[in-house]
């Protein structure tokens, strides 16, 4: 009886063991990005453009399916107006004009795709590339730490005079609602000219809780796939694949709950100082008031790796650094989540202090580090033995391993619809029975 009982503790124990992997990174009973994705978006003939999109959209606007529109130059969609989008609609960004969309303060995105029939932003180029065109910008009046109300006109090339107004975002409307985002795709974005200081694909200025935004995917941006500027936004099933820049970027007192997505990086397109999470709340101290808030960000089963080939070597000479930075004065949790194929999983800003007011704020738990040369740093520091052993606590539940992909997600090989969640493993009863 008491062997049958060892027994019984085992299967349970081991059981517990293999439901908590489970819920670490993508979780689903079925491959998320199975229907609406496109991995390969290169492959895709879209069609030529039929409609043309410029200026200014004073009025409410519907781009319809039937259409296959080219984004010209820097359009805004101001005066309060809703630009709809229906489900399998196309918007080619022209990449002469480095074409952006703006959604400024006011106004609104309603860009609704569907699980099998997204809505496509993409390159009008033939041979497509990163860059080809400026990417989408929302704005909105929530909360920023900046000293003065934030100017979103670094984020164009040239502009005219009469839409500086445009590019102002940020003030104390925490329940900003700017649209409804979700089944979209955003290809070959966040371009650049020699006047542009910053590019993202998807930029979100000051948006607030009430805008809805899941299930986007951005691909192959020259830029930030996702940058987050103040604010407060729930972002629910994000993709960023093989950007140049940072996956996910939140700054100047953005508020932001980030679950159940991805990032994957490629060591031979990814910028050297870019990170999947890069999570700060200033770039420049000059610009913040300190006696507001700073970036809070919680982010939950996030699968985080790099596409690599030969890992050792692309860390070697450079390829591969951090996944993970964290600035100072920021709140950030990261749990349920796997993070694999780094040089470093995380650094930490060089001021932040290692006691325990310091990395309360600083939270990893529950989490699956795999294939990481280190775990947490302080920047320009290789000494972590004191954090590698506070994050080491068993009470964090952080698990440790050193596994080839191939054996740590379902597929990644499947070029067309890759499954990025973890393998679930067997459950094998041994017997304790003593002989």
Known sequence: MKNFTKIIWLLIVVSASVSAQQ?????????????????????????ESTHILTGNI?????????????????VFVTNNAILSIEPGTVIMGDSKSKATLT??????????????????????????????????????????????????????AEIETSNYKHTNFGGEGLKDNSGFISYVRVEYAGGKTKRSNVSNALLLGGVGAKTTINNVMISYSAGNSFNVIGGAVNLDKMVSYKSNGNDYNFSYGAVCNINNSLAVRSPYMSYGE???????????VEEVDFTKEGTVVVAKNMTLLTDAKNLDYEIEVGLVKESIYIGGNTNFKIER??????????VLDKNIKINDTGLERIQFENTHFNNCKGTIFLKFNDNNGDLERWYKNPSFFNVY???????????????????????????????????
């Open 23 to 47: 819920e670490k990174g993508i979780i689903g009973a079925n491959n998320l990005f199975n229907a609406w994705t496109e991995f390969r978006p290169n492959t895709v003939d879209y069609g």
């Open 58 to 74: 004073t009025e409410d606007t519907t781009l319809y399916k039937a259409h296959t529109y080219l984004l010209l130059g820097n």
């Open 103 to 156: 959604i400024t303060v006011g106004a609104a995105l309603i860009a609704e795709g569907t699980l099998t029939d997204p809505i496509v932003f993409t390159s009008n180029e033939t041979t497509k590339k990163a860059g080809d065109w400026g990417g989408i910008i929302i704005l909105g009046d929530g909360y920023t730490n900046k000293l003065e109300k934030s100017s979103g006109t670094s984020f164009y």
């Open 274 to 284: 870019s990170k999947c999470i890069n999570a700060v709340s200033y770039n420049n």
């Open 337 to 346: 989540s796997v993070i694999s194929g780094f040089s470093k999983a995380v």
């Open 401 to 435: 391993s050193k596994t080839n992909h191939s054996e740590l997600f379902i597929d990644l090989d499947n070029g067309k619809r890759p499954d990025y969640r973890l393998l679930k493993n067997k459950i094998i009863a041994m017997s304790m029975v003593q002989k």
